[in-house]
């Protein structure tokens, strides 16, 4: 028995995609239902699109305090918690079959 065989493997994957027409609508119809400012809409679209804070932070050209600080103000105001949510959130308000 090796160390390799007695060590667990662990493995993920990271998906990204960058937002589509209809995708970056959603978001925008989203920003709008919530009141999100300018800033907050660019940092939500930016986290949705790189998936994380630093990230994000990079693409914007801004501190990753500055993001959390938005991100915060961002689940403040749709009641969430953590970025699933508010992607999960997000994806519910985009469906086709979301209570309107």
Same mark, same amino acid.
């Given at each position: ?37 300018? /800033? ?12 994380? *804070?630093?990230?994000?932070?990079? *693409? ?22 953590? /970025?699933?949510?508010? *992607? ?13």
């Amino acid at each position: 028995l090796s160390l390799h065989d007695a060590l667990p493997i662990s493995a993920f994957l990271v998906f990204m995609r960058h937002l589509d027409g209809a995708g970056a609508a959603a978001v925008a119809a989203f920003a709008d239902r919530f009141g999100l400012t300018k /800033q907050e809409t660019r940092v939500l679209r930016s986290v949705i699109d790189t998936g994380s *804070v630093p990230m994000a932070s990079e *693409v914007l050209d801004i501190s990753p305090t500055t993001t959390r600080f938005h991100l915060t103000s961002i689940f403040d105001k749709t009641g969430v918690r953590t /970025q699933a949510g508010l *992607v999960r959130l997000l994806i519910e308000g985009a469906s086709p079959f979301a209570a309107g």
